[in-house]
Every structure is written in structure tokens, then in C-alpha cells.
T-cell receptor, first 114, second 117 residues
């Protein structure tokens, strides 16, 4: 199994809603990532978890709250988002944070904030 | 800070022909890693090829090869015998060693490649 899965595929939410994005991998990877990607732009790193601990937070607004319940799961909790937060949210995982290891990306969740 | 530049926002190639995508980067480090990722329309990003900076030999993966010029800080991707399935956005990425910025991936702005039948 060399797959990173993400649910839901699409999400539409209002600015007052609370929702969560889910990411799962069963490759035994111990580093997991959240990226935000706007159309025709490169991914922007948001958070890194290493061995279920938050390793990097790229000064992301608090309306985005990551959670790593176990080594296979990564969640991103969303609350009071703004329309400019509409984007493709990508999850990725890698064996460890070591620089050589390939990052495997999920298909993403396309988020629209109304 | 490290930066990655892809100077060609769009490229086009005829099927079965060869195309080269350019990438330059700026760093003061001697030890790092370089990657090319492919993101087809509405599909997930996958690794095409990677290169360790300490290796002089250029990496190859089937029809994909790189021209790594460390002194010039250049890392171009050559796609031979282009196929329709090669149409995608291609991102060049730089990664520092883990002890520097946690080994973050720094992406270029991307090159959108179209393949004409």
C-alpha cells in the first residue's frame, strides 16, 4: 500500500462552520505534512508532524488546527475560515523527516469557503 | 534563504519529441537534495526524479533524466519520447538537510507542460 488517502474530496463550508479534513497512510511513515495549494501555484507548507508531534508550524492562522491522533492519521480542523482560505489542501507523508526520503502526496481536498 | 526558480511558466512539446524544463536554485549549503514532481490536472502529485547534491552522476528514470550542474546551481529535467500522459504541471523542489529548517521542501513556481498529438 503506497497510498495517501484524503477525505473528503470536496468540501464547501460557510465562514461560521466547523469542519475537518482527514488524511491517512498505512506505509509506516512517521512524518506527515499539510500543504495549501492555490490554482497553478506550488504547494505552501502549513504543518509538519514527526512521530506524532508537531514539528513545524509555518505561522498558520489559528483557524486551522492540526491533529495527529496516531502514526497513520492526520486531521486538519477548520473553524471560522475566510473566502481566501479556499484552496486545495494536500496531505503528504514520508518515512522520516530525513531529507532524502520521498514525500508521498494525497489527492487533496478541494475546499471552498463561501 | 533558499529559493527555487522555474523561468518557463508554460512549455509545449510534440508527442515523441524531447523537451527540457529549466530550474535554478540559490543556496549557500553544500549538502541538499533536489526533486522534480509532476502534478497532472486533477490528480495527485508524484515524484518524477531526485538528485543528491553530493552525487556528480546525473539521475535517470526511464524517459526522465536530469542535468545537474552544482556550480551553476542548475537542475533541468529532460523528458525523452514525450507521451500524452506527460502533460502536467512540473515542480522543481529543493530540500535542505534535516538540521536546517527541518528539511522543508521549497518549490519553484512550476512549469505547465502540454503535449501535442
Amino acid at each position: 500500500d503506497t497510498e495517501v488517502t484524503q477525505t473528503p474530496k470536496h468540501l464547501v463550508m460557510g465562514m461560521t462552520n466547523k469542519k475537518s479534513l482527514k488524511c491517512e497512510q498505512h506505509m509506516g511513515h512517521r512524518a506527515m505534512y499539510w500543504y495549501k495549494q492555490k490554482a497553478k501555484k506550488p504547494p505552501e507548507l502549513m504543518f509538519v508532524y514527526s512521530y506524532e508531534k508537531l514539528s513545524i508550524n509555518e505561522s498558520v492562522p489559528s483557524r486551522f488546527s492540526p491533529e495527529c491522533p496516531n502514526s497513520s492519521l492526520l486531521n486538519l480542523h477548520l473553524h471560522a475560515l475566510q473566502p481566501e482560505d479556499s484552496a486545495l489542501y494536500l496531505c503528504a507523508s514520508t518515512l522520516t523527516e530525513s531529507s532524502y526520503n520521498e514525500q508521498f502526496f494525497g489527492p487533496g481536498t478541494r475546499l471552498t469557503v463561501l | 534563504a533558499q529559493t527555487v526558480t522555474q523561468s518557463q511558466p508554460e512549455m509545449s512539446v510534440q508527442e515523441a519529441e524531447t523537451v527540457t524544463l529549466s530550474c535554478t536554485y540559490d543556496t549557500s549549503e553544500s549538502d541538499y537534495y533536489l526533486f522534480w514532481y509532476k502534478q497532472p490536472p486533477s490528480r495527485q502529485m508524484i515524484l518524477v526524479i531526485r538528485q543528491e547534491a553530493y552525487k556528480q552522476q546525473n539521475a535517470t528514470e526511464n524517459r526522465f533524466s536530469v542535468n545537474f550542474q552544482k556550480a551553476a546551481k542548475s537542475f533541468s529535467l529532460k523528458i525523452s519520447d514525450s507521451q500524452l500522459g506527460d502533460a502536467a504541471m512540473y515542480f522543481c523542489a529543493y530540500r535542505s538537510p534535516i538540521y536546517n529548517q527541518g528539511g522543508k521542501l521549497i518549490f519553484g513556481q512550476g512549469t505547465e507542460l502540454s503535449v501535442k498529438p
